[in-house]
C-alpha cells in the first residue's frame, strides 16, 4: 500500500519561500494523481494544487503564481515550491494521492506545519 510522509514545513516571514516534498514508498508516485492540501486552523480542508499521472496540473487560484509542484521520479517525490508566502498561508499541509485528480484521494500523508509570520 502507498505510504506517503510530507517534510519541509517550517516557519518564514512574509514573502519567504519554503518547498515542500512529499515522499513515497511501497509504490511509484508517477502511477498516481498527487495533490497537495492544507487545512489551516478552524477552516476546512481546501485544495491546492494536483498533478496528474499524465502531468497535467490544476491550481487552486490562491497558488497560480505563487506555487508549484513538480515530480521527482528518480526520488519517487512530488514538490512543493511555495514563493511569496502569507500569513494566511499559514496551515498544516498534506500530500495525497489517487487514481485521478478529480477523484477522491486514496491515499494520505500525516502532514507538515507551515507557518509564515507576519
Known amino acids: 500500500q502507498l505510504q506517503l510522509v510530507e517534510s519541509g514545513g517550517g516557519t518564514v516571514h512574509t514573502g519567504g519561500s519554503l518547498r515542500l516534498s512529499c515522499a513515497a514508498s511501497?509504490?511509484?508516485?508517477?502511477?498516481?494523481?498527487v495533490g497537495w492540501v492544507r487545512q489551516a486552523p478552524g477552516k476546512v480542508r481546501e485544495g491546492i494544487v494536483c498533478?496528474?499521472?499524465?502531468?497535467?496540473?490544476v491550481y487552486a487560484d490562491f497558488a497560480k503564481g505563487r506555487f508549484t509542484i513538480s515530480r521527482n521520479n528518480a526520488k519517487n517525490t512530488v514538490d512543493l515550491q511555495m514563493n511569496s508566502l502569507k500569513p494566511e498561508d499559514t496551515a498544516v499541509y498534506y500530500c495525497?494521492?489517487?487514481?485521478?485528480?478529480?477523484?477522491?484521494?486514496?491515499?494520505w500523508g500525516q502532514g507538515t506545519q507551515v507557518t509564515v509570520s507576519s
Open positions: 495525497a494521492a489517487g487514481e485521478l485528480c478529480v477523484y477522491e484521494y486514496d491515499y
Open positions: 511501497a509504490d511509484k508516485l508517477d502511477q498516481y494523481a
Open positions: 498533478i496528474g499521472y499524465d502531468n497535467n496540473t
